[in-house]
């Protein structure tokens, strides 16, 4: 993959690092960290994670069937610190919260995006909907609108896609983008189609086939499909990134323990050099922090 040049993410990387962050600068030893974990997830010696294993880069499957990619080895190097095996279950995006609130994992890693909205689990208007989660924030990514190489229809923006149809897999953020942009395209008369699929890799099929003029995703797995040694000169970047918000690590919001274990667990592999190999080696540097923590999504 190349060198990613989608996103300069740097002041706000630096602006979002520490903000509600229990740990501190102190190293904090494996052993001292993983005595402060909950009893239950000590005994049983394992984290079981949920994650749509369906996004590469960040979360996928490798030939073999395996989780592979750049939470799955995040997720490791957490397990690893701590004393922890890391189990991971294949979820569809959209069950991965609930799966969460309901305790059928222990946490979420799986491009995960931290928004208040998420956090307090309220809708659009503000109404309670669900109990919410909490965030370990651990990269800054942003929504890339993905289209069909050259560009054909010339779009730069989300007004652009007025009148056409978009791709784009269920329940993330972007197809919140893409409801909100619904909105705007009908006021203009031109009204906004939205395919939502249960994959990405669906949602690029039909920008592929010429049946959606564009795909929105994460800019991590945007600048994967890009890469022309993966087939994607079929596809190209446009225009700018929009709403910049970070990755969590989604925790049920009464398991304090296990959140601030995971932020200073973290703390430490951003200190200690093993995140930064990691994200190398997933060429994902332009969305590091200097620092993980607790819910500074906006």
Request: proline share 5%; with cysteine.
């Amino acid at each position: 993959m190349r060198r990613n040049t989608l996103l300069p993410v740097l002041g706000l990387a630096l602006a979002l690092s520490g903000c509600g962050s229990p740990a501190g600068p102190a190293a904090v030893t494996g052993p001292a960290l993983r005595a402060q974990l909950p009893k239950a997830i000590r005994s049983a010696g394992l984290l079981r994670i949920g994650s749509d294993l369906n996004y590469a880069p960040v979360d996928f499957k490798a030939q073999d069937g395996t989780p592979t990619g750049l939470d799955v080895d995040l997720a490791g190097a957490l397990g690893g610190y701590l004393g922890l095996r890391v189990q991971f279950f294949d979820q569809p995006f959209e069950k991965l919260i609930p799966a969460v609130q309901s305790r059928q994992i222990d946490l979420a890693m799986s491009a995960v995006i931290d928004t208040r909205q998420r956090q307090t689990g309220a809708d659009d208007n503000g109404r309670q909907v669900n109990a919410g989660v909490d965030f370990v924030d651990y990269f800054m990514t942003g929504t890339a609108i993905l289209v069909r190489s050259g560009n054909p229809l010339g779009v730069t923006n989300l007004d652009n896609l007025c009148g056409h149809t978009v791709a784009m897999q269920r329940g993330t953020v972007q197809a919140e983008i893409a409801a909100r942009q619904q909105a705007v395209c009908q006021r203009g008369g031109k009204p906004l189609k939205v395919d939502l699929f249960d994959t990405d890799d669906q949602a690029l099929t039909e920008v592929a086939s010429g049946t959606a003029v564009a795909d929105l995703n994460d800019y991590p797995v945007a600048a994967y499909n890009t890469d022309p040694a993966r087939g994607g000169d079929r596809f190209q970047v446009t225009g700018a990134l929009l709403q910049p918000s970070p990755y969590g690590i989604t925790v049920n919001k009464d398991d304090d323990a296990l959140r601030d274990v995971l932020a200073k667990a973290m703390n430490q592999l951003i200190r200690n050099g093993t995140y930064d190999t990691i994200l190398t080696r997933w060429n994902a540097h332009d969305g590091a922090l200097l620092d993980a923590s607790v819910d500074a999504g906006f």
